[in-house]
């Protein structure tokens, strides 16, 4: 009786592991990243009187826990720094000498323009040259110089009947420092010169200063084409302390000369200069690259986040703070190759906690926990039957 005592406080043991196991898995169920775990459990087997077949159970055995690491929901928290991988892999995050891997994709770049997991402690790791593990850092990242204009592009007609001179701007245009100056066109309709046939005009451009900067003939076909030897305007522009710049009027495509009342919609389009842009936001596109959009409208790709997945995932130790460590060898990589995911910006993966599955197992446990406090209750009660009959 008194074996029967110590196999019912093995269950109350073991059952009491198993409902710490799920209050944890319950309490964690909203935590990102987290996985759940489930306890082992074995049976103990009486060594004595096995070798005769006598052999009996003698109780609970209560092994290492188990951790699911199935893919938990994807949520929606709209902050471009939330990333979840969708798939294979793992995070890879730095303090120090320790590394560790997690799912829990909630980032934010400190003070120091280094991206940091949401403890503000552990730097996430990104992919340098030849695969080595590096900081992703805003570093020198947080202005983005500017670009000088050398082409303008123009769309729409100029009316083969107008009967004044068309004007168009104002035109902007951008130095090699990225500051911004302004053009002013002016079309002036000129008669044809044989050979040439159609409409032409005389293109002159002036700066904000009124100074002429460019002149040049425009020519259009009889079907209202540019011609391709006077599709174009060359200016030589010299910005006020700066460097002279060429930049070409190109007309040689979206514009035409043809009847269409006496009003023109000739317009400047696509620009390709641009300011000097200030950072405006930081995400991550699908595979891992760092995007960062400035004010000026350009968006520059920086470093690829490292993921990490291994051949025995088993090997993982989960510790706090939904990390995990290992002293197997980690595969390196980006994400959207063979070995890992694709990443999602704006979102976290939630708890692959199975709340219905986990009440199923509150359940079990604590039945299994109230039949060992019987056995054990009976065993007594046997016990002091048998003192009570020796008075």
Known sequence: MINTINTGMSGLIGYSKGLQVIGNNLTNINTPGYKGVDQQFASLFSQEGAQNGTGTGSGLNTLDTRVNFSQGQINQTGRPLDLAINGLGFFILRDGDTTTYTRAGQFEFDADGILVSSDGKSRVAGLGPGGMLQDISLSGLQNNAGKATTSIKFDGNLS?????????????????????????????????????????????????????????????????????????????????????????????????????????????????????????????????????????????KGVNIALANFDRIESLDEISGNKFTTQSTAHIGKAGTSLFGTIGAGVVEGANVDLSQQFSNLIIMQRGYQASSQIVSVSNEMIQTLLDMRK
């Not at 500051?179 to 050979?195: C, E, I």
């Not at 200030?278 to 595979?287: E, I, K, W, Y």
């Open 160 to 300: 083969a009947n107008a009967t004044a001179d068309v004007t168009v701007g104002p035109v902007n245009i951008f130095d090699a420092a990225g500051g911004q100056h302004t053009l002013a066109l002016t079309f002036s309709k000129t008669a044809s010169v044989p050979p040439a046939t159609g409409n032409n005009w005389t293109v002159t451009a002036k700066d904000e200063t009124g100074t002429v900067v460019g002149t040049g003939p425009l020519q259009f076909s009889t079907t209202g084409s540019p011609q391709i030897t006077a599709n174009a305007v060359q200016l030589n522009f010299t910005p006020k302390g700066m460097a002279p710049m060429s930049v070409k009027l190109d007309f040689s495509s979206g514009v035409t000369s043809v009847t269409n009342g006496s009003s023109s919609s000739l317009k400047s389009g696509n620009v390709d200069g641009f300011a000097i842009g200030s950072l405006r936001s930081q995400t991550f596109d699908a595979d891992g690259v760092l995007t960062l959009n400035y004010s000026n409208g350009e968006a520059v």
